[in-house]
């Protein structure tokens, strides 16, 4: 088999997992998955989150993925696709896992970027984070980050429209 296809396929996985993991961010776990998402965005000093088992969900699709182009597991019916999905799907979970949770909330290294895309990173989800509750917010992706002006002025206009509780100490 060509190395292009399977190649391909898990790098458009990786990118169609940021537009599903911003659209499960935005309307599941500020929505109905709020219950699990929530200690995310309060203080804590514990290891684990319960936002932690979105991360099993993740890994149950990707796995799944696995299974299901695994002719061992499904003999002539395997899809050899789901293989590379799968794939892709663990590889932007092994990416969310070091830039979310280690680059931007520190959670396993101690770095602080001083330029670049990676503050930007760091400044957009801080701006996420800057609102109360599960009502309004920005930056909802996870690697690709929108301008800390753009996202700093929209958390001023949701605040202004009564849309997000925005807390002041960053000055939205």
Not at 37 to 42: C, F, S, Y
Not at 121 to 145: I, N, P
Request: proline share 3%.
């Amino acid at each position: 088999m060509n190395i292009l296809a399977p190649l391909s396929i898990v790098i458009a996985s990786i990118l169609v997992m940021e537009w599903v993991a911003w659209a499960s961010h935005k309307y599941i776990m500020h929505g109905f998955g709020w219950a699990w998402h929530r200690d995310h965005h309060e203080p804590h000093d514990k290891a684990l989150e319960k936002n932690d088992l979105f991360g099993l969900v993740g890994a149950a699709i990707s796995i799944s993925m696995f299974a299901l182009g695994s002719p061992m597991v499904l003999g002539a019916d395997a899809w050899w696709p789901a293989t590379w999905i799968g794939l892709g799907v663990l590889g932007y979970g092994i990416i969310y896992t070091l830039v979310h949770d280690g680059l931007v909330h520190q959670r396993y290294f101690k770095y602080v970027p001083r330029g670049g895309y990676a503050k930007r990173l760091v400044q957009a989800h801080k701006l996420h984070h800057a609102t109360v509750g599960k009502e309004g917010g920005v930056s909802f992706g996870f690697v690709f980050a929108g301008d800390p002006a753009k996202l700093k002025a929209e958390l001023k206009r949701q605040r202004e429209a009564g849309i997000a509780v925005v807390r002041e100490s960053l000055g939205a």
